[in-house]
């Protein structure tokens, strides 16, 4: 991985750490990162990044994650039942700002994030074009979730996913 593309998946993990954990949800991060690739989580956001870099990043977070981040990122109180149902657009709100935080403090790249790409599938498997992706882990005591940072190694198809169900 080239150097910048090292720099923005780091800053990408401390993002999706960061923004996590200002929801009120504890995160700790697993050492079996490297390991996992394959089966994604219930949902799962797709942003592809341009300009400097070239790749996609992937959230996916299991649904009682999703569930409990929706209940503290609305501001009205709502039943996990409400909250199921605006959990997709949460997962991809916090795609986009733990993406834009990432590049925040980065030097003055032109690097640009596409339009969040939503997935709500059960045991859905992700195959990449990539030579590796690198992917993070992470728990918390509400369940799991993972970012991904997939480059584009040439102009082909980042990934494909596919719903094994």
Known sequence: ?????????????LSAENNVTKLGIPVRRSSRSEAEEGN???????V????????????TVDVQLAIAMAQSYLIDPV??????????????ELTNVICGNA???RVPHPIYLGNPLLFVAKQAEIRTRSAKPFLQL???DKGSFRIMYIPMDQESELATIMNAQ
């Open 48 to 59: 592809q990044v341009s300009g400097a870099i070239q790749g996609g990043v992937i959230f």
């Open 79 to 92: 039943t996990p039942e409400e909250a199921k149902s605006y959990a997709v657009e949460v997962v991809a």
């Open 138 to 140: 992470f728990g918390t």
């Open 103 to 105: 590049l925040t403090d």
């Open 1 to 13: 991985m080239r150097q910048s593309e090292a720099e923005f998946f780091s800053e990408l993990k």
């Open 40 to 46: 994604l989580d219930d949902y799962t956001s797709f």
